[in-house]
């Protein structure tokens, strides 16, 4: 027999031992046609090559990513630092300590003008953490998931990598009130005894599309009448441009039975990106199967974590208004800017902090903005990114301070003319 206790070099092989076994490794492709289907299937993000084309470039303005440029304000910092030195650093409750539970309500509820308790409220490790839960809560293998496009990569990929199939339902962009829209009637034709989940996102990342109430009125509708499930995406319900404080969101129209399972995040409002703090907001009667869902894929979030979001929920309220008093500056400037060349076209966006835009001329996106990264030295994301429907456009974040915001549409514009 082989002698286990000695290293592994110095061992006597045993033919019959598995652990030595000289057999040669499996091939790449063995070993990959081996992973499972939902794994496999997860799309790569058509953002990752511009984006590593062009990293470390000197003076380059990055607005390819869904993210503004301003760090996590110092107060939630502190928060986060507090709770370290106080050795907050054991396991925690899973479905998010006490204290956030009750500031989410306690936000939202003033934000939506309603009671919305504590227990409706579950904290992830950011919204992406959310939003597979709530996939797996309504959808699964043999199911599809309607997903009104063009959208963010993400709701495509967690739909698959949880086993369920999207179905792309393209949206369009009206003419005569130059804003993208979703055809409901379109909507409703894409549903098939198989369809389980409509995930909305509103305001919308890529376009900027914020649903009228009368378009979620009929979304909701569509869902009562097939018994389906709604996915609500409204992270972004706070930018918007229309003059009113929030957008208008399921929550409005709402019945305490329906079907919609929310997802949100700390990353947008109050800078927290790179925090992966969330929540998932749910019926209270979904609590122990959403507690069990933490229990397998996080075990919970850090309550280090925790203590910095429940700052940010009760101060900084300030920083937020600030936040969105920017976006609406750099929304200005490059929708002005981009439409003096003469080359660009677009729906003004309505919500969130994204310009979707096509370049006349220009049907190689992916090239195109290859080309931006060395002429411009403005990064910009290519629209086939976001789905079908997306594929003759670029996204463009106009999430940083307007100085940076104006120099780059001085900078795409100049790279046009030539």
Same mark, same amino acid.
């Given at each position: 027999? %082989?002698?286990?206790?000695?290293?592994?070099?110095?061992?006597?092989?045993?033919?019959?031992?598995?652990?030595?076994?000289?057999?040669?490794?499996?091939?790449?492709?063995?070993?990959?046609?081996?992973?499972?289907?939902?794994?496999?299937?997860?799309?790569?993000?058509?953002?990752?090559?511009?984006?590593?084309?062009?990293? *470390?470039?000197?003076?380059?303005?990055?607005?390819?990513?869904?993210?503004?440029?301003?760090? %996590?304000?110092?107060? /939630?910092?502190?928060?986060?630092?507090?709770?370290?030195?106080?050795?907050?650093?054991?396991? &925690?409750? +899973?479905?998010?300590?006490?204290?956030?539970?009750?500031?989410?309500?306690?936000?939202?509820?003033?934000?939506?003008?309603?009671?919305?308790?504590?227990?409706?409220?579950?904290?992830?490790?950011?919204?992406?953490?959310?939003?597979?839960?709530?996939?797996?809560?309504?959808?699964?293998?043999?199911?599809?998931?309607?997903?009104?496009?063009?959208?963010?990569?993400?709701?495509?990929?967690?739909?698959?990598?949880? *086993?369920?199939?999207? !179905?792309?339902?393209?949206?369009?962009?009206?003419?005569?009130?130059?804003?993208?829209?979703?055809?409901?009637?379109?909507?409703?034709?894409?549903? %098939?005894?198989?369809?389980?989940?409509?995930?909305?996102? @509103?305001?919308?990342?890529?376009?900027?599309?914020?649903? %009228?109430?009368?378009?979620?009125?009929? /979304?909701?509708?569509?869902?009562?009448?097939?018994?389906?499930?709604?996915?609500?995406?409204?992270?972004?319900?706070?930018? !918007?441009?229309?003059?009113?404080?929030?957008?208008? @969101?399921?929550?409005?129209?709402?019945?305490?039975?329906?079907? /919609?399972?929310?997802?949100?995040?700390?990353?947008?409002?109050?800078?927290? &990106?790179?925090?992966?703090?969330?929540?998932?907001?749910?019926?209270?009667?979904?609590? +122990?199967?959403?507690?069990?869902?933490?229990?397998?894929?996080?075990?919970?979030?850090?309550?280090?974590?925790?203590?910095?979001?429940?700052?940010?929920?009760? +101060?900084?309220?300030?920083?937020?208004?600030? +936040?969105?008093?920017?976006?609406?500056?750099?929304?200005?400037?490059?929708?002005?800017?981009?439409?003096?060349?003469?080359? !660009?076209?677009?729906?003004?966006?309505?919500?969130?902090?994204?310009?979707?835009?096509? /370049?006349?001329?220009?049907?190689?996106?992916?090239?195109?903005?290859?080309?931006?990264?060395?002429?411009?030295?403005?990064?910009?994301?290519?629209?086939?990114?976001?789905?079908?429907?997306?594929?003759?456009?670029?996204?463009?974040?106009?999430?940083?301070?307007?100085?940076?915001?104006?120099?780059?549409?001085?900078?795409?514009?100049?790279?046009?003319?030539?």
């Amino acid at each position: 027999m %082989t002698d286990l206790s000695a290293p592994a070099d110095l061992r006597t092989a045993d033919p019959a031992d598995p652990v030595l076994d000289a057999r040669p490794a499996a091939s790449t492709d063995a070993l990959l046609a081996a992973v499972r289907p939902e794994a496999a299937g997860a799309p790569e993000s058509g953002i990752v090559e511009v984006f590593n084309y062009g990293r *470390g470039r000197q003076g380059l303005i990055p607005l390819w990513v869904g993210e503004g440029d301003l760090p %996590t304000p110092g107060f /939630i910092q502190d928060a986060a630092t507090r709770a370290l030195a106080a050795g907050e650093t054991f396991y &925690t409750y +899973q479905r998010g300590i006490p204290e956030l539970r009750d500031a989410i309500s306690r936000y939202m509820s003033r934000l939506y003008g309603q009671a919305l308790p504590p227990e409706r409220f579950h904290v992830t490790t950011g919204g992406m953490h959310a939003l597979q839960m709530a996939i797996r809560i309504a959808a699964g293998a043999g199911d599809e998931v309607l997903i009104p496009s063009p959208s963010w990569p993400n709701f495509l990929g967690a739909v698959t990598v949880g *086993g369920a199939t999207p !179905v792309e339902v393209p949206m369009s962009v009206d003419p005569v009130r130059n804003r993208w829209s979703l055809d409901v009637e379109r909507l409703a034709a894409a549903v %098939t005894p198989r369809t389980r989940l409509i995930i909305v996102n @509103s305001p919308s990342n890529p376009t900027g599309w914020t649903a %009228t109430r009368e378009e979620l009125e009929a /979304i909701l509708a569509l869902a009562r009448r097939h018994g389906l499930w709604i996915v609500a995406d409204e992270i972004y319900g706070r930018f !918007v441009f229309d003059g009113a404080a929030l957008a208008p @969101s399921f929550h409005d129209i709402m019945d305490e039975q329906d079907r /919609i399972l929310f997802v949100q995040t700390f990353s947008k409002n109050w800078a927290m &990106t790179g925090w992966r703090v969330g929540w998932l907001e749910c019926h209270p009667a979904l609590g +122990q199967v959403v507690e069990n869902l933490m229990q397998y894929s996080c075990s919970g979030v850090p309550a280090f974590l925790q203590r910095a979001a429940v700052v940010a929920l009760d +101060q900084g309220e300030g920083f937020v208004e600030h +936040q969105i008093e920017r976006v609406r500056r750099g929304r200005d400037i490059i929708c002005k800017g981009l439409a003096a060349t003469g080359r !660009v076209d677009f729906a003004e966006p309505a919500g969130a902090f994204y310009l979707f835009f096509s /370049i006349k001329g220009e049907t190689d996106t992916r090239r195109m903005a290859l080309r931006l990264v060395d002429e411009a030295n403005v990064g910009i994301a290519p629209g086939a990114a976001f789905g079908a429907g997306g594929e003759a456009y670029f996204r463009l974040c106009f999430a940083r301070r307007p100085e940076d915001i104006q120099e780059a549409a001085r900078r795409i514009a100049a790279a046009l003319a030539h």
